[in-house]
């Protein structure tokens, strides 16, 4: 990756990382509910574990409504209720009702009515509300209270004291302004007195906590579940414990951390609250209350209400006291307050440690580190697979210690946050890349093979913009005589022919792994190793450039060009290749608004000056003895030093007269041996012997090498006559 792309990614990618790591710190609603909503998962996997516990719920359901008519019922029936449960020896009763008002069904109600009348003022007339503040005196029961959001209620009664080991937590609490409780006349008999509301944070209608103490801004109540187990084991109060707040409080408050019931101590968010530790709802939870004030049942009933701790509410859906568990189950409200109390009683909580706020903000910032750095280091593939076996990690830690300790730790929000910073990562990273190779198809799918393209794209570090030195291997092309041919056509003839040449020589430099750096006119120039490593590029070239002589073959064979159909003078086309290795400076050159791709340098003018020799030479094809030195396996033939336009020492070159399987055939080794006795001749200035390894040449030579033997033909003739030996 570019340094440039990777520092577009890093930033953007740690851009997205702060700021889900600061909605985290700032935790608004729907990032809670996020969390809140892997807790219910944990719970659903693994909910409580089903326990026979001293708890049952007297359900008003509508069985019982259907027996003893519609709700509210009349006072003395909810007397009989509880005489019934305290002779079938309860512990406590807890009423999840509130009796607010006076029994509108009470006989004595009527009195006024009934004084009227002369023979009737002298009747008495029960009054049920009594009647049942009796029963409620003959046993230990707990009534409910409920919260309200303005001032117009009353305040609780206050059954029990508190101790506080540490700070009193009041002021850390939120306040209710006041509170709907019931009758005084009933509430004074009453063993205890304890909230119903549920917690306020629950804003989704799944209910997860409670809130087990509460506050009118000056004293301490309990909740209905609290009350029932301190009144279940005859204590005389309770014991808050407090420490410094972090996390959900302000520092420097109290925030609460354990209560203790009697014996019976339980852990606590730092507001008082009990995460309710939820199992499946089970029938044999209830005992209908119309079981229970039939009295041929009592005692069937006894065994299952002995000793136990008895809420009495209703699941009837006509009442409106249905609730959601994280089980997604509906359950009645009072199954709440049991399940609450089954969970005190099992020791089975669930904690949500005031070092997890941090800790969870910490791994969201730690994980989305690595991801950046995955995918800045291997890419997106490599970094989804690593990043998953991370989030996997998370997950299968923060389960195992719900499952071993009850901690209420979120992998949630921190693999989920950071697969946005992974999606941000790749995204950008995609975008980039794919403007990289729509610059890479654009500024190279004209001179390159699509296959280099590809490998272009796929490491575009290969390519340096500006320039960089590279050992190279440049190959210039002519057309031989393209003058007399030009003359001979017309402007779109040219043009035609051009493009049918062209076509096939540029499809071989490319087969071959070459760049095509330009098209000059009737020329060609390209290069190998760049912008791709091209390994062995001098042989590569070489090959390229007998493909090519080969390719105008076929085009003159087949009339390609239309020469012979049309009868022109010139029937066929020859063209010569200059090939040249060495290092030369390639990169992109030109204007910010217009460049190109090419390549510059004393080893670029040579291969040029080469090219032009080849009508000199006599050959095709004509390599320095740079790339003849690079590719030692191919049939090369000694041209001599031969001086160049521009270069003050002359150059070796050398004829390419066939590819390697040429080279290791006997003739090719007969032909280079009597090459190499002319050549060692001529420099001897020995016409004789010049002469006759010249015909041996000729012998054994093949017929594209006929010219090149003319111009040796030429400079034998031109040394003077070997004189006689002494």
Known sequence: MSSRKHLAVAGVAGAFLLLVTLLRAIDPAFVEAIRLMGFDTYQRLWPRETGDYPVRIVDIDERALAEHGQWPWRRDTLAELTDALAEMGAAVVAYDVIFAEPDRLSPHRYLPALEETPELKALTLPDTDAIFADAIARMPVVLGYGLRSDANGDTPTTKAGFAHAGSNPVAALPAFPSALKSLDSLEAPAA????????????????RRIPMLVTNGETLYPSLSMEALRVAQGASGYIVRSADASGELDVGTAAVTEIKVGALPFPTTALGE????????RPDRYISAADVLDPGKRDGLRARVEGRIIYVGTSSIGLFDIRTTPLGELVPGVSVHAQATEQILSGDFLKRPDWAYGTEIIATFAIG??????????????????????????YAGAAYLFRAQGLLLDPVYPAAA????????TALLYVLTEREKQFVRTAFGQ????????RLESAPDTLKLGGEMRDMTILFMDVRGFTPISEQLTPEEVVAFLNVLLSPLSEEIQRHGGTIDKYIGDSIMAFWNAPMKVEDHARKAARAALSMVEAVDALNASDAFGFKARNMPQKTVQIGVGLNSGQACVGNMGSSRRFNYSVIGDAVNIAARIESSCKAVGADCVVSEATALAAPDFALLEADAIPLKGKSVPIRLFALAGDP????????AALSSAHAGMMSAIRAEDASAARAALDACRAGAPAHLSTFYDRFAERIAALAPTSPAS
């Open 192 to 207: 205890g007195s304890g909230s119903l509301s549920l917690s306020a944070r629950d804003t989704s209608g799944i209910v």
């Open 274 to 281: 009990l995460w309710v530790y939820f199992n499946a709802d």
């Open 369 to 394: 580190l690595i991801v950046i750095a995955l995918v800045l280091a291997f890419g997106a593939g490599w970094a989804a697979l690593i990043g998953g076996v991370i989030a996997a990690a998370l």
């Open 418 to 425: 950071n697969l946005f910073v992974y999606a941000a990562a």
């Open 447 to 454: 001179y390159l093979a699509p296959e280099m393209v590809r």
């Open 661 to 668: 399987a040429y080279a290791a055939t006997p003739a090719f």
